[in-house]
């Protein structure tokens, strides 16, 4: 796995799931299961979609701007059918009380996140940041995709 983003340039809070041979992007400061297992483009956006908000316009918690958007970045016509397939059904299953405003795109480019970003919440759990945001995410991916983790 290899954090970066994509979408924006000097977007801080994108990661990147590169799994396999195949390179799923997805926008959002979700965490990613380091499973050598194959999963699917949909599972990932299952995680995706249950660790972050995705109806609040440019903005994640009390992080603001663009670079906090929720947006998918796909590579063919079949991740975008996938895509949105996807959000419909999460907005089918009445998660949200507000409409999803994930942006559904191309993938254009990929920027590598500096070395400090590589592991971040595995090298810095304590860091405020890490320990009020990010950690009730990854626990919530544990109790939710448990059968993905490594074992």
Do not use: W
């Amino acid at each position: 796995m290899v954090n970066g983003f994509g979408g924006l340039q000097n977007s801080c809070s994108s990661v990147i799931f590169e799994i396999q041979e195949s390179r799923f992007i997805v926008a959002s400061a979700s965490p990613a299961s380091k499973t050598r297992q194959a999963i699917s483009f949909k599972e990932i956006l299952q995680v995706f979609f249950s660790v972050h908000d995705p109806t609040t316009l440019n903005r994640q918690g009390n992080d603001i701007g663009s670079s906090y958007r929720s947006a998918i970045f796909y590579n063919s016509d079949e991740q975008k059918k996938i895509a949105e397939e996807v959000i419909r059904e999460v907005e089918a299953e009445g998660v949200y009380d507000d409409p999803i405003v994930t942006e559904v795109k191309p993938f254009d480019k990929f920027y590598i996140a500096e070395d400090y970003h590589q592991e971040y919440f595995a090298n810095n759990p304590n860091q405020p940041y890490c320990a009020a945001v990010v950690a009730p995410k990854v626990a919530k991916f544990r109790q939710k995709f448990v059968q993905r983790l490594k074992k």
